[in-house]
Nanobody
C-alpha cells in the first residue's frame, strides 16, 4: 500500500529555516505529482506547494512564495520542502500528499501522517 512518511519538523525561531522530507513507498513515485499542505490549530488544511511528476511545474501558495522551495528526487522517492525566513504564522502540522493527474487539479489520494512545525517569535 502507499505510504508517505514526513520528517524534519521541529521548533525554530522566527527567521530560521527547516527542511521537511517526505519518503514515499508503495507507488511508482515518478508517476505522481506531490504536494505539501499544512493545518494550524483551529484552521482548515491549506495548500502550501506542489510539484509535478517531473519537477518541471511548481506551484506555491502566495503566503510562502519566495520563502519556501519544493523539490523532489525521483531516484530517492522523496519530496522536500525547504522553508526559510519562517514566521510564527507558519506554525502548523505539515502533510505531504501524492496524486495523479495534472498539477493544477487538487486531487490527492494519499496522505502522510504529518510533521509538526512550530515557529517561536
Amino acid at each position: 500500500q502507499v505510504k508517505l512518511v514526513e520528517s524534519g519538523g521541529g521548533l525554530v525561531q522566527a527567521g530560521g529555516s527547516l527542511r521537511l522530507s517526505c519518503l514515499a513507498s508503495g507507488l511508482v513515485f515518478s508517476n505522481y505529482k506531490m504536494g505539501w499542505f499544512r493545518q494550524a490549530p483551529g484552521k482548515e488544511r491549506e495548500f502550501v506547494a506542489a510539484i509535478s511528476w517531473s519537477g518541471g511545474s511548481i506551484y506555491y501558495a502566495d503566503s510562502v512564495k519566495g520563502r519556501f522551495t519544493i523539490s523532489r528526487d525521483n531516484a530517492k522517492n522523496t519530496v522536500y520542502l525547504q522553508m526559510n525566513s519562517l514566521k510564527p504564522e507558519d506554525t502548523a502540522v505539515y502533510y505531504c500528499a501524492a496524486g495523479r493527474g495534472h498539477i493544477a487539479t487538487p486531487n490527492y489520494n494519499n496522505w502522510g501522517q504529518g510533521t509538526q512545525v512550530t515557529v517561536s517569535s
